[in-house]
């Protein structure tokens, strides 16, 4: 006797293609009922025998689509129905949002085929997207993921992609981001002055443009990005000027994996990261290079290239016109927020592009492209930024019923909300001492509420009182009359791995290293350099690289010359002399003496090393004095290498004596590679010095010094299989994971 089921699956499964794979597997088993989405995810009633729905039931759970992430399933029989047949029905939202949302996806192998063949009728339609691939989150208004919600709801579906989307045996079948030629989204190119070129097909004429040697702003579907040819210099610098990026790496999209892989040496997982639906930035050595890239333009003094491959139809189409590498970076100023609109484009960008290329689909959720990097002994995977295709789901479980808010921190700021079952991470935002930056900040954490129709019980923000993130934090828990928590910077680090790891259950005792640029310590002085213990509940520092004089407060992160002037002694006088002038000198000698703000920083202490060696003394962007460093290596032997630190005292790391013996090492002529190999190898030891003196075998590393490869390398080598070692692998161990960390903290920590 025949029996209603009624099945629920929760997770990642709305706008990748489930209620047609459910409808196809239906028919395929006979059964009879309806498919739907809701507020919590995908909804099923069946009729059908026990053993047959409970068949069904388990295939649909064992392979699911592809591009989904089923997080939970159950069911049960319910009261009986009666159905005519199988069918999709329109979704109904009977409560708030509970549901992963539904991140973009890169163009799938199918629909580029379809828009680079002439017999198809999708040839050269650059917003061919299908139930695998396309823009999700970027054009995402609100939930269920129906065509209303999004902003394709005013592009009327002509008849035959009505027919594509009514036809159960069609990859589009339920595709709610169909669309073509005929009833879809228009190019449109245009002079930086604002002309129109009338072409017939745009994408070729941008083609021509960038080989001629013009800068195009391209509305991608996810935010412009700014393109020249990548092998011409000329256009390089004139883009780096006009942009205001003197000497930060541009990306480079590829045409194919075919020439990238000619061009260099591509390992197999990074090939792998490279063609995943996320199709991220992924940085790769340079090493063997065989094309004609205008490199040192590209990334001046760096051995290593940002490389991408096309992810959007936009991108694919140029890409085939093109056949050659070109810059594809953030169409933005540098420090600005991505842009997503076109009459703010037109305005930011006029002086940048010489010409634009626009379409007239709206971006509701701008994004930068994603960027990841892979160790170059072990393939230890590190984010260095986390946006297009990984945001804004994040998997983990946290019992709460309390709504929480993390601000995160200020400088690569994001935003987490728990409004939910779900946890969501917002892509990464930017920099917040600039005004737009924070306006979209301010933006998202708006975005958020409205999207899930909650406002946060609990809000959390770092512990710094300058911090434009704590700022907004004390002023929405003020609006909202809610409670505030403030999460001290380098804890919310450690507990971004432990919550990464779900260690907060773990008997034993786990140390944290955590080493960063700057954050405000529990001490009233700038740590940077810190490591932590944590056991049942309880979270305490137990050491710190001892400390030195803070100089000009946040002047010294952007002036490497100024950390090596605090970590100076009267020996230095002579490089001291070279790189300050006399008035300079008399002005930083009176406020060392007189500093009483002090710091632990190993960020500095990277900044320090570097204009030490003549490598940089102004950095023209966050963190590019410990880059250039870590590009001096080109290989090492650790049997060959020597500390700089001869002891560690009552958990403090000799930070002066360690810079002191790389001096020496300096004026005896030692090579700048050498020299700086030993104090990579220096800063894994002393990780593995502190984790034996205070017998801790579990160590969780985080904070952005944790983004240099070569030391999470040496680190992994030097522990073998003493230690178990932990980095952040779905976060960036960069201040990126700080709203994620104070949500652990909060969460679990009892101090």
Same mark, same amino acid.
């Given at each position: ?23 196809? /597997? ?16 995908? $909804? ?14 388990? #295939? ?9 992430? =089923? ?62 691939? @396309? ?10 993921? !129906? ?18 989307? +009514? ?28 002309? $129109? ?6 994408? !070729? ?75 991220? =930035? ?12 205008? /490199?040192?333009?590209? *990334?001046?003094? &760096? ?91 994040? %998997? ?14 200020? &400088? ?62 004390? !002023?929405? *828990?003020?609006?909202?009359?809610? %409670? ?13 791995? /432990? ?10 005792? #786990? ?16 740590? @940077?350099? +810190? ?35 605090? &970590? ?7 490089? $001291? ?44 962007? +966050? ?64 990780? #593995? ?9 579990? =160590? ?10 070569? &030391? ?5 080598? =030097? ?15 960069? %201040? ?16």
């Amino acid at each position: 006797m025949p029996k209603t089921y009624k099945i629920l699956v929760t997770g990642r499964v709305q706008g990748v293609g489930f209620r047609p794979h459910v409808f196809n /597997l239906a028919n395929t088993f006979q059964l009879k009922g309806t498919v739907s989405n809701n507020e919590k995810g995908v $909804i099923i009633h069946l009729n059908g025998d026990e053993d047959v729905v409970h068949s069904f039931y388990r #295939i649909l759970i064992e392979h699911p689509p592809k591009a989904s992430k =089923i997080r939970e399933h159950q069911i049960y029989e319910t009261k009986p129905q009666h159905f005519d047949g199988f069918s999709i029905v329109p979704s109904k939202k009977s409560g708030k949002l509970n549901l992963q949302l539904t991140p973009d996806f890169a163009i799938c192998d199918d629909c580029k085929d379809e828009i680079t063949h002439k017999n198809n009728r999708r040839y050269h339609y650059p917003f061919t997207t299908c139930v695998n691939c @396309g823009p999700r989150w970027a054009i995402t208004n609100s939930f269920p993921f !129906e065509r209303d919600n999004t902003n394709l709801d005013v592009f009327d579906m002509c008849d035959t992609c009505t027919n594509e989307y +009514e036809d159960p045996s069609d990859r589009r079948f339920h595709s709610q981001t169909n669309t073509c030629s005929n009833c879809g989204i228009a190019l449109k190119l245009s002079t930086a002055n604002g002309n $129109i070129v009338s072409v017939e097909y745009p994408i !070729e004429k941008t083609a021509n443009l960038i080989k001629e040697g013009n800068i195009i702003a391209i509305k991608n579907t996810s935010g412009y990005l700014l393109c020249c040819d990548a092998s011409n210099a000329e256009v390089i610098n004139k883009l780096r000027e006009r942009k205001n990026r003197p000497t930060k790496p541009f990306a480079i999209l590829y045409p194919s994996l075919k020439l990238l892989k000619q061009q260099l040496k591509l390992s197999e997982v990074q090939e792998k990261t490279l063609t995943s639906p996320e199709s991220p =930035i992924v940085i790769i050595p340079k090493t063997d290079f065989t094309g004609n890239l205008a /490199l040192n333009e590209l *990334a001046p003094k &760096l051995n290593q290239l940002g490389v991408m491959l096309p992810y959007s139809g936009i991108l694919h189409l140029l890409a085939t016109e093109l056949k050659v590498p070109i810059v594809a970076t953030s169409g933005n100023i540098h420090a600005s927020p991505i842009i997503n609109d076109e009459t703010i484009a037109h305005r930011e960008l006029r002086e940048v592009a010489d010409y634009f290329l626009d379409h007239d689909l709206k971006i509701t959720n701008p994004q930068d492209d994603s960027v990841v990097k892979f160790s170059p002994r072990n393939n230890e995977k590190i984010i260095f930024r986390r946006s297009r295709g990984l945001s804004p789901n994040f %998997d983990v479980d946290i019992p709460t019923d309390k709504k929480i808010m993390a601000m995160g921190g200020h &400088l690569k700021s994001t935003i987490a909300f728990l409004p939910n079952d779900y946890l969501y991470i917002s892509q990464y935002l930017g920099n917040l001492d600039h005004f737009d930056v924070f306006e979209r900040y301010v933006q998202t954490s708006e975005r958020f509420m409205k999207l899930f129709e909650e406002t946060p019980e609990i809000v959390l923000v770092d512990k710094h009182p300058g911090y434009n993130s704590t700022r907004h934090g004390i !002023e929405l *828990a003020n609006s909202l009359k809610v %409670d505030l928590h403030q999460v001290q910077h380098h804890k919310a680090h450690f507990a971004s791995v /432990l919550g990464e790891y779900s260690l907060f259950n773990t008997e034993s005792a #786990i140390m944290g290293a955590v080493w960063d640029g700057t954050g405000y310590g529990d001490d009233n002085q700038i740590w @940077g350099g +810190e490591f932590f213990c944590y056991q049942k509940g309880e979270m305490k520092r137990i050491g710190h690289f001892d400390y030195y004089d803070w100089l000009a407060g946040d002047k010294m992160a952007k002036e490497p010359r100024i950390s090596f002037y605090s &970590l100076s002694n009267t020996t230095m006088q002579p490089e $001291i002399d070279q790189k300050f002038s006399k008035q300079e000198i008399s002005v930083y000698d009176h406020v060392k003496k007189n500093e009483s703000l002090k710091t632990s920083s190993v960020g500095r202490l990277f900044d320090a090393v570097a204009s030490l060696l003549d490598l940089c003394d102004f950095n023209t962007y +966050e963190g590019e004095a410990a880059i250039l460093l870590e590009n001096q290596i080109v290989s090492y032997q650790l049997e060959d290498c020597n500390s700089y630190v001869s002891k560690i005292v009552d958990g403090v790391v000799p930070t002066k004596e360690l810079f002191n013996n790389l001096y020496l090492d300096f004026k005896t002529g030692k090579k700048k590679e050498e020299i700086i190999v030993n104090f990579l190898y220096t800063l894994a030891m002393v990780i #593995i010095k502190m984790a034996e003196h205070f017998n801790i075998h579990k =160590i969780a590393m985080s904070g952005g010094v944790f983004q240099n490869t070569v &030391l999470v390398d040496m680190i992994k080598e =030097i522990s073998r299989d003493n230690y178990k070692l932990y980095f952040n692998r779905n976060l960036s161990p960069n %201040d990126e994971n700080i709203s994620f960390g104070q949500l652990m903290y909060h969460q679990h920590i009892k101090n």
